[in-house]
């Protein structure tokens, strides 16, 4: 599973580990330069994406079956596997159900209004995220020597603050 992370969800992880690199807990996945989460960086078209272990294996994260960094984590986590359709209904998400119905308990959800607020507030978050993509992606255009994810965080990082409330 590939968890996109958002400038909000990067500001997360640099609270958890101020005295470590980002680079260790995010991954620059390859994407088509269409995608709207590419950006551009070392020459090339990527995603910002949680690390995993390995390439068969879970997140970076993930100890003992459960998640170590639970209060810091992406919001792609939080309301993971569900998302709103068309009637704007809570349903598992089309990407997500083969891991759902073979990995999950299908416990009901009891309480549906906060899943749906904190779904509103990741679409708010990717939409104010991909904004600022396409500024560095219109800056950094014909200047390698920007196309670093130190410059990119440099760049995003004053637009983190304050951090919405999450779930
Ligand atoms: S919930 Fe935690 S362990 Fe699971 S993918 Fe997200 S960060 Fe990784």
């Not at 709207?36 to 078209?45: F, H, M, N, Y």
């Not at 879970?58 to 009637?87: E, I, M, Q």
């Not at 800056?139 to 130190?150: A, G, I, M, V």
């Amino acid at each position: 599973m590939q968890v996109p992370l958002s400038h909000f969800d990067l500001a997360r992880l640099a609270e958890a580990f101020p005295e470590q690199p980002l680079l260790n807990w995010v991954r620059l996945a390859p994407i088509e330069a269409e995608d709207p989460d590419a950006v551009r960086l070392e020459q090339s078209w990527r995603q910002l994406c949680l690390r995993n272990r390995g390439p068969e294996e879970g997140c970076v994260f993930l100890k003992d079956n459960s998640c170590s960094v639970y209060p810091h984590r992406p919001s792609a986590c939080r309301t993971w596997p569900l998302d709103l359709n068309a009637k704007g209904q809570l349903e598992v998400s089309p990407a997500h159900h083969l891991l759902y119905t073979t990995a999950c308990d299908k416990t009901p959800f009891k309480e549906t209004r906060p899943i749906k607020r904190a779904l509103g507030e990741n679409a708010e978050e990717f939409k104010a995220y991909r904004r600022l993509l396409k500024q560095w992606n219109a800056l950094s255009n014909d200047k390698p020597e920007k196309q670093h994810f130190e410059a990119f965080w440099a760049f995003l990082k004053p637009f983190t603050r304050p951090q919405p409330e999450l779930l």
